[in-house]
């Protein structure tokens, strides 16, 4: 029996496919999203909680997120904000109709990291 035509599963491509650009930020949109839920806003939560509490409760949470793995969560908070903020707004654009076409989605992904980066600096800039 010759099965060489028949067309073969997704799962089975494996390392023949090439992920492309859109689809890469497709998934890191998603674990933007996951990362925001799960440490941020927490973190957030927790750091008003602090601020409601008094000033020692508030210098003790200053304290542990003035040191390096506080200020590594705090500068992976804001490029997940402002990639998510970003690919959200692309994907609005797409909702509309707009740059469907491959060269425009291409230029919107690159916008997208680009601009992430961008802000990311600029919020982030006296933080390490």
């Given at each position: 029996m010759n099965n060489s035509n028949r067309p073969l599963s997704p799962f089975m491509i494996?390392?023949?496919?090439?992920?492309?650009?859109?689809?890469?930020?497709?998934?890191?949109h998603r674990g933007t999203g996951v990362f925001l839920s799960l440490v941020s806003t927490p973190l957030l939560v927790w750091w008003l909680?602090?601020?409601?509490s008094g000033p020692e409760e508030f210098a003790q949470m200053t304290s542990l997120l003035a040191g390096l793995?506080?200020?590594?969560?705090?500068?992976?908070s804001i490029f997940c904000l402002s990639f998510h903020m970003f690919n959200g707004i692309?994907?609005?654009?797409?909702?509309?109709?707009?740059m469907l076409e491959m060269k425009a989605a291409t230029a919107g992904a690159w916008a997208v990291m680009v601009l992430s980066v961008l802000l990311t600096g600029i919020l982030a800039g006296g933080l390490l």
């Open positions: 494996g390392p023949y496919y090439k992920p492309q650009l859109t689809s890469v930020l497709s998934i890191t909680i602090a601020l409601a793995p506080g200020r590594l969560i705090l500068l992976a692309r994907h609005l654009i797409w909702d509309m109709g707009y």
